[in-house]
Each structure stands twice: as C-alpha cells, then as structure tokens.
C-alpha cells in the first residue's frame, strides 16, 4: 500500500479528467426523450439507464488510476478501499433536468484523504462549465478564480434553495420557503445540489440552503464554495448532511441561519 496519497492538485486532475471523459459520454448518448428506468425514494426520485452507465464508467475509470481507493456513489452505493483516499461521486446531479433537457445538470467528484474532501470537480456538462477547486487551492471556472458575493443583505439576496424527494418533506419544505421568499429578493431552484453551490462559488446567486442533500449531492461542490470564500454549514453550528445544508458569504450565512432556524420545522 502506498505510505502517502497524492498531492491534492494530482488528485484533483484525475477527478476533472474523469468528471469531463463521463460528461462527453452522457452528452453523446443521451436520447432526445431518456426514459425513467426506475424510481427511488418516491415517485418524483427517478434514475435513467445513464445515471447508472455514468457511474460505472467513473467507477471503472478510477479503478484504472487508483485501484485500491475507496468509492460511495449515488448509484452504486460504498466501497470500502484499503488507504487514505475515498471517492466521492454523483453521476448526474439534476437528473430531472437531464431527463428533460434543462441545461443544468452536472457530473460531481469529490476527493477525500483521511475522511476530508481534499479536491472537487463538478462538471455542467450542457453549458460545458467545469468547476473545480482543491483545499486551500481556490475554486476555479474556466482559468479564473471564483469569489462569492459578499456584504449583500438578507433582503436583496437571491437564495437558491432545493426540494428533497419525498412527499412530507416537500410539504414541510413548501411551508419553510413560503416564508423565505417575502424576506429575500428571489428565490431559484436550479435542480441540483451542485450546481447550486457551485453557483453560490461564481455569485450567481448569494445564497444557498436544502434540507436533505447527500453527501455525494456537496461533496465536491461544497469545497468550490468555501474556496471561494462562502461559509457552508448546517443549523446551529451542526455539521452539513445533519439537517440543513446552508451556504452563503460569511455575514449572510448567519442572516440566512437565523431566519431557517424558527422555520424548520425538523428543529431539534
Ligand atoms: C438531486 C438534486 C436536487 C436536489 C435533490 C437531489 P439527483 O440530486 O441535487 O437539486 O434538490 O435533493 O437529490 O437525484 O438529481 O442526483
Ligand atoms: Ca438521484
Ligand atoms: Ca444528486
Ligand atoms: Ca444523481
């Protein structure tokens, strides 16, 4: 076994090289109308036969590269490795804007050593965008470097947030943003996780917040994001993946924080 991983910028290109090989795949045999091939949690929780041949060819990919790594992935579930490093991997997130032909939906990869995410790629493979950033490396878009926003108040601030699958927590989670939107200039709900933090990265948006997101969901983006600069965390100084999932410059963060904390209805 090896004594050291690699160097984080290493890991980070085998990530971005896999992330951008699995995106021409999708992209090349995506039909013009992909069928559902089944459903997961709920009737609204749909995978495509694609979902499932991104991530076998992801799986195969780093198997080649680094055979004796761990890997979880969204489909494929975890595989235990024997040394320091775990993949961390989402084939398609937004995979109802893939099956609809809505141009956001990304390939994410996420490199942990020792149990932290170390580098991220996520690839918006129909805008041809590809994000990456390693620990202490700054996040990345097309050769430039990705700030978020700051100092924008709760009020003029555009939040994206997301929607869990799962009919009770929709509900739960329509009341939450039916109070949000009247305290925040817009609300957008781009379909999915990564792109969302990503776009938090980019000041696309200011803000970010889902109950429910999966590790595999902000593994890699959640790094874009605090590289450039944002505060990513869960309510009441829990850890991301406990309930919520909250990004933000720092200022709005706590902004954002305070007005979900009495909201959340899952609230310890
Ligand atoms: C979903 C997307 C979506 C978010 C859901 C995720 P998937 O991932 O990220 O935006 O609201 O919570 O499960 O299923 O498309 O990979
Ligand atoms: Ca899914
Ligand atoms: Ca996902
Ligand atoms: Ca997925």
Same mark, same amino acid.
């Given at each position: /076994?090896?004594?050291?991983?690699p #160097?984080?910028?290493? %890991?980070?290109?085998?990530?971005v ?20 091939l089944? +459903? ?8 495509t036969?694609? /979902? ?8 195969a990919?780093?198997g ?7 890997i ?20 398609? #997130? ?5 099956l ?20 991220g ?18 996040a ?5 470097? %990705?700030?978020?926003?700051t ?19 929709r $509900? ?6 039916a ?9 957008r ?5 990564? %792109? #969302? ?8 948006? #200011?803000?970010?917040y ?8 902000h ?6 994001? +605090?590289?450039?600069?944002? $505060?990513v965390?869960?309510?009441?100084? $829990? ?18 924080h ?11």
């Amino acid at each position: /076994d090896e004594a050291e991983p690699p #160097d984080r910028e290493t %890991l980070l290109a085998l990530a971005v090289e896999i992330a951008e090989e699995a995106g021409e795949m999708l992209l090349a045999k995506r039909p013009d109308r992909p069928e559902v091939l089944a +459903t997961k949690s709920s009737p609204t929780d749909v995978v495509t036969a694609l /979902d499932r041949a991104a991530e076998e060819l992801i799986r195969a990919r780093i198997g080649e590269a680094r055979p004796h790594d761990a890997i979880l992935g969204e489909e494929g579930g975890d595989t235990p490795g024997t040394g320091r490093v775990k993949w961390v991997v989402d084939p398609i #997130d937004g995979t109802v804007n893939f099956l609809y032909g809505l141009p956001d939906w990304a390939v994410s990869i996420g490199v942990e050593v020792d149990g932290e995410i170390v580098a991220g790629a996520v690839h918006n493979v129909p805008r041809g965008e590809l994000f990456s950033a390693s620990k202490g490396g700054g996040a990345w878009l097309r050769g430039e470097r %990705l700030s978020c926003n700051t100092g924008v108040p709760l009020d003029r601030a555009l939040i994206a947030t997301g929607f869990g699958y799962g009919v009770a927590r929709r $509900r739960v989670q329509a009341e939450v943003v039916a109070q949000v939107l009247p305290r925040v200039r817009d609300i957008r709900r781009i379909g999915s996780c990564a %792109l #969302d933090l990503c776009a938090v990265a980019t000041g696309r948006v #200011d803000g970010y917040y889902e109950r429910g997101a999966n590790y595999w969901d902000h593994a890699a983006a959640g790094l874009v994001a +605090t590289e450039a600069g944002a $505060r990513v965390g869960g309510l009441n100084g $829990r850890p991301v993946g406990v309930d919520m999932l909250l990004c933000a410059a720092p200022g709005l963060f706590e902004d954002l924080h305070d007005l979900l904390v009495p909201l959340d209805p899952e609230r310890d």
